[in-house]
């Protein structure tokens, strides 16, 4: 599973700072899911190539209204969730009732809870472990959000913790222990566009066997299942079978559960409501899908009780909005009535072979070297870019590792080029592709 860290503390002591610079390189896919999340923001990000989730939770105040009321709600939510607490506080400003009244709070929850002492540039150390060490929590790591300061050894005391090792349980003490089998499908979607219809109908199809042994993460259930003698575990976001917890009530839908299924899936099925049509949040949602690198299919729900007219217009409408997703194939279904929801399959499992594809090297370097002849590189400062040869360098998605001179010079629209190239004589369909480049000058 990949952890989820989530940042906390008081107003001003550095969180957005620390969340820009931990996505900096990836903000593209920072999603502020408005409406749903109000001032919380959630990145992906990694650390020694390994993906992990940071949320900025935003609304903690700590000092005007009580604990209590400070903490109800979605921050308090984002905390329950968390893997990790990274504790924010201001080196300059001290220490306050605030910090007192969030350490506290986060004294008593079992959860990683890493203090981290922020704006340490021109602070004076040994002050500041004296200060902060008063709170509870341990010595305070320093760091500098802002100039980058000692951000690696953080992740590195916070990420390589071996308190990490320990096997989660459930509320009963029941070890949570995930076995997935086959191609892992994750169904995800805003709330209320059928995700809980659609998972009981994709388990209810004909000649499905679901096995006993569903595993829980978190909040999240993994269903393995054998349909037409072949296996897929179902992550399901939706909680068709979940038990209370305490932030159910708060909210259904959750961002980070959306985020790790969509990082634990083989292949997504993105469920949208055609009346709704394509709303923002269902843009964020998909742009994660697409950062991640994750197979696609999308399924148009409630395609039931629509007139003609009115299905014309909005397949329209979705094409032209989903235009950044072409490689997705697009279905229209009803999880209500299960109609389209056997075809869903057959997306499911052509993007996961496309996905999973084995090709060796020399294939690779054959459609490299007919595509260069049948459409040259540009010259870049009087020499031709040369792209030599290919290999297949790792799969869900599938990426092309093209080795050339110049390459740092290739210009997008040619990548494209390749990208396409691969994609129709591979005839790879349902997944994202991903053309990267070795080589010097
Ligand atoms: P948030 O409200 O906790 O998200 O705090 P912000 O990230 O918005 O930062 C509040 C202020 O502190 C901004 O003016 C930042 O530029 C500043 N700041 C953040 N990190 C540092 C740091 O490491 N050193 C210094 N000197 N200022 C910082
Ligand atoms: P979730 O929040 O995404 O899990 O959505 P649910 O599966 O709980 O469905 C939300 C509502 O939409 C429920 O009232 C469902 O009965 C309804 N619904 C789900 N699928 C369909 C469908 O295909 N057609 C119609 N007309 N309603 C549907």
């Known amino acids: 599973m990949v952890p989820v860290i989530a940042l906390v503390g008081r107003p001003n002591v550095g969180k957005s700072t620390l969340f820009n610079r931990l996505t900096k390189s990836r903000d593209a896919i920072v999603a502020d899911v408005s409406g749903l999340t109000r001032d919380r923001q959630y990145g992906e990000a990694s650390w020694q190539g390994k993906p ?18 400070i903490m109800a709600g979605q921050s308090l939510q984002a905390i329950e969730e968390a893997d990790a607490v990274l504790f924010l506080v201001d080196s300059r400003a001290g220490r306050t009732a ?52 000692n951000i690696n050894p953080m992740l590195d005391a916070v990420l390589n913790d071996e308190a990490w090792d320990q096997v989660a349980t459930d509320e009963d003490g029941v070890p949570l222990v995930v076995e997935a089998i086959g191609t892992k499908i994750a169904v995800i979607g805003r709330p209320n566009v059928g995700k809980s219809t659609l998972v009981n109908r994709m388990l209810g199809e004909d000649r499905v066997v679901v096995f006993d042994q569903a595993g829980t993460t978190r909040d999240s259930i993994y269903i393995p299942y054998e349909r037409h003698d072949k296996p897929y575990t179902l992550i399901d976001t939706a909680g068709v079978r979940r038990r209370g917890k305490v932030f159910e009530a ?78 997705a194939d697009l279905h229209f279904i009803s999880a ?37 002849t049948e459409h040259q590189p540009p010259m870049v400062n009087g020499r031709r870019i040369k792209l030599r040869y290919a290999h297949l360098g790792g799969s869900n998605p599938p ?25 129709k004589v591979l005839k790879l369909a349902g997944t994202p592709i991903r053309v990267e480049y070795k080589g010097g000058d």
Do not use: C
């Open 52 to 69: 992990y989730i940071v949320v900025d939770t935003g609304g903690i105040t700590g000092e005007e209204a009580g604990l209590d009321m």
């Open 98 to 149: 605030g910090d007192e009244l969030i350490a506290e709070h986060l004294r008593k929850r079992n959860k990683h809870t890493y203090l981290i002492a922020n704006k340490i540039d021109g602070a004076d150390p040994d002050a500041i472990l004296g200060e902060f060490s008063k709170l509870g929590l341990g010595a305070p790591i320093g760091i500098s959000a802002s100039h980058g300061r």
């Open 250 to 327: 708060i909210e259904k839908f959750s961002v980070i559960k959306t985020l790790q299924a969509i990082q634990d899936a083989n292949v997504v099925i993105f469920v949208v409501d055609a009346r709704e049509g394509i709303v923002e949040q269902d843009l964020h949602l998909l742009g994660f899908v697409l950062e991640a690198g994750r197979a696609l299919v999308i399924a148009v729900n409630k395609w039931d009780g629509m007139e003609n007219e009115e299905k014309e217009f909005v397949k329209t409408e979705l094409q032209r909005r989903l235009i950044f997703a072409q490689f």
């Open 336 to 372: 209500l009535h299960g109609s389209g929801v056997g075809l869903l399959y057959k997306s499911v499992d052509k993007a996961f072979e496309s996905a999973m594809t084995k090709i060796p090297t020399r294939r690779m370097t054959e459609i490299l070297e007919d595509a260069v």
């Open 399 to 423: 990426i092309i590792i093209v080795h050339g001179n110049q390459v740092d010079s290739v210009p997008r629209s040619y990548t494209r080029y390749l990208e396409n190239t691969y994609r």
